[in-house]
């Protein structure tokens, strides 16, 4: 995941899409458009409302599916700690960012920050 800057996103019965991402603490975060907005982010159907989804990582030179792991969803609230921890990398990651200034007043207006959390197995 430290090494990938495109993951799938597999939730409920919509089909994988792709989102770009930030690995952070061992947990996945995904700024998207949220289900009210039509804003310019990145649309990932269904994440807003999700409690669970799936996270596919795949190779960058094969394409080859490299895992896929179960998460649980929930969202990162603008007014935060969190939040604030994450715009610098958020704003890093972000290829093409148009007005970097206002992004993060933008984000909180629009968006929808997700962290998605690796379920932790127990085995058996």
Known sequence: MKKSGLVWLEIGTYSPVAVWHVWHNDVCYVLHVGTESNGTEQAVPGLAEATQCHVITRSATTHARTARWR??????????????????????????????????????????LSRIVPAVSTGG
């Open 71 to 112: 998460g649980t969803v929930h969202s990162v609230s603008p007014d935060s700690a969190e939040w604030d921890e994450l715009l610098p990398l958020l704003i890093a990651n972000r290829l093409n960012l148009r007005s970097a200034g206002n992004a993060p007043q933008r984000w909180a207006r629009k968006c929808v």
